[in-house]
Every structure is written in C-alpha cells, then in structure tokens.
C-alpha cells in the first residue's frame, strides 16, 4: 500500500466515453482516487451511489472524484447511466493504476483465494502527493469518511 507523503504515481485512463484522462490533468486540485472491485456489483453500487449523493458536496470543497476498476468503458458507460454517477469513472483493464497504487491483492471469500482489487481511497493533494489512505474502504461509509476528513 503506498503511504501518506508519497508522490501520488501518475496515470493516463480511459473514461466511458473513450477520452483519456490523466491524473496531471487535475494538479492544483485535490483529488479523491477510488478503486474498487467491480461495476453494478451490490457493495460498488452503494459505494458509487453514495459518492454519487455527496457529489454536490465534494464539488462545493474544489475536489475531483475520480473511480477506477478493471470493468470496460462500455461497462462503466452502463453503471454512469443506470445510477447518475456525476463523477469520473476510469477503465484500467490492464491494471496499471490498480498495480502502481499497490490496491491488486490477493482476496479470500469463503475460503477461496484468487487476486483481486481491495476498495482503496487515496486523496491527493494540489501537488500530487498523497495526503491520506483509506485502506479497505466500507461501501456504505466511504464518501462520508473521506468528507469529514476532507472537512477537518
């Protein structure tokens, strides 16, 4: 897992829409970056829906949100639509952001392993320095921790 005060490794992603999206796009922000498992999967659309509530708020505090999975721009295109996600979503079916910011695991559930993304929030300062680490992120409280932080 990268640490707080790293520098936040830079990224160059497809949104839905077959745009790249650059995580340098953003200096001079600050940045939420959330990976997570899998589109319109029951504990990712809580998560998105629940950025998807706070939006107003993140955008009110000058933040980016930006999502990132595995899942296809035509996946991410379909979970956009379906739940009225305000934010970037990023398709990284190669894994190299999910690689670089160390979130590839490997998972057990019900006593099968196999490799997979562990729900990770970093947020990123103006400069591109990682400024706090939410490791196994909750669904359901994510948006919110990250807002109190954010707050102070």
């Not at 029951?42 to 998560?47: E, F, H, L, Y």
């Not at 939006?55 to 956009?80: C, M, P, T």
């Not at 690689?99 to 997979?116: F, I, N």
Request: with cysteine; charged share 30%; glycine share 6%.
């Amino acid at each position: 897992m990268l640490q707080e005060g790293m520098k936040a490794p830079s990224f160059t992603l497809m949104n839905e829409r077959g745009e790249q999206i650059s995580l340098s796009d953003f200096l001079g922000k600050k940045v939420v970056v959330y990976f997570y498992p899998k589109d319109n999967t029951p504990g990712c659309t809580r998560q998105a829906c629940a950025f998807a509530a706070a939006y107003e708020d993140f955008k009110h505090l000058d933040v980016v949100v930006i999502g990132i999975s595995k899942d296809s721009q035509r996946s991410h295109a379909n979970f956009i639509k379906k739940h009225d996600l305000p934010f970037i979503l990023l398709s990284d079916p190669e894994r190299e952001a999910i690689e670089a910011y160390d979130v590839w695991k490997e998972k057990k559930l019900y006593g099968k392993v196999s490799m997979g993304v562990v729900r990770s929030t970093y947020v990123i300062n103006e400069e591109g320095i990682i400024e706090k680490v939410f490791e196994k992120a909750k669904p359901d409280t994510n948006a919110a921790e990250i807002l109190a932080y954010l707050r102070g």
